[in-house]
């Protein structure tokens, strides 16, 4: 496709459990982001990828949040012990130049 | 922290009306973008100014960057039901070097357009 796309879409899990969430961002995009954003607030930073590295992991919120990037491409955003407040919407961005970000469609967490 | 505040954080108007949205800091950024976001989609990329001073033109919509990159706005003429959605503005940070763009968000914009 040609937009950045993000699986699942929803994801509903129980307190406690491992979630993880898929990005394929846009061909050739070396930059790649996962942001995430809770009801009523603007997306938040969690993690910056240039290539396979994670340049810049600052807003990951604590050690349960992990991201991986092992091809440059695809991204998966792990999370361990799930609890409520992880409930959110779940962002990918990627970026060829930097200065124009490009968003995926979100996945919706919901932790019960 | 750099942060950014939006104004107003709703706005209900009536199809063909004029308004203006704001998103104010008083950090100085390297470049501000605006997003449109339906509910339970991404935000999507309208515009990025880089130069203090800019204004473009996106249709309807007119965006100007502050002459000290701190603040932006957002002028939609003859709004149309369409233009409903929330409307976030997005600050990249002045760099020392290095190339991570990451985002600042402010909270949006919620615009609600009548017919």
């Known amino acids: 496709g040609a937009g950045v796309s993000q699986t699942p879409s929803n994801k509903v899990t129980e307190k406690g459990k491992y979630v993880e969430l898929r990005c394929d961002p846009i061909?050739?995009?070396?930059?790649l982001y996962w942001y995430r954003q809770s009801l009523g607030q603007g997306p938040e930073f969690l993690i910056y990828?240039?290539?396979?590295?994670?340049?810049?992991d600052s807003g990951l919120p604590n050690d349960r949040f992990f991201a991986v990037r092992p091809e440059g491409s695809v991204s998966t955003l792990k999370i361990q012990r799930t609890e409520r407040g992880d409930s959110a919407m779940y962002l990918c961005?990627?970026?060829?130049?930097?200065?124009?970000?490009?968003f995926g469609p979100g996945t919706r967490l919901t932790v019960l | 922290t750099q942060l950014l505040e939006q104004s107003p954080q709703f706005l209900s108007i009536q199809e063909g009306e004029n308004l203006t949205v704001y998103c104010n800091s008083s950090?100085?950024?390297?470049?501000l973008q605006w997003y449109r976001q339906e509910p339970g989609e991404g935000p999507v990329l309208l515009v990025t100014?880089?130069?203090?001073?800019e204004v473009k033109k996106l249709k309807r919509l007119t965006f100007q960057f502050g002459d000290a990159r701190k603040d932006s706005s957002l002028h939609i003429t003859a709004a149309q039901p369409g233009d409903t959605g929330l409307y976030l503005c997005a600050g990249a940070p002045r760099r020392s070097g290095g190339s991570n763009y990451k985002l600042t968000f402010g909270k949006g914009t919620l615009l609600t357009v009548n017919p």
């Open positions: 961005a990627s970026s060829l130049n930097g200065n124009e970000q490009f």
């Open positions: 950090s100085v950024f390297s470049s």
């Open positions: 100014v880089v130069t203090g001073g």
């Open positions: 990828f240039q290539g396979t590295g994670a340049a810049d």
């Open positions: 061909s050739g995009h070396t930059a």
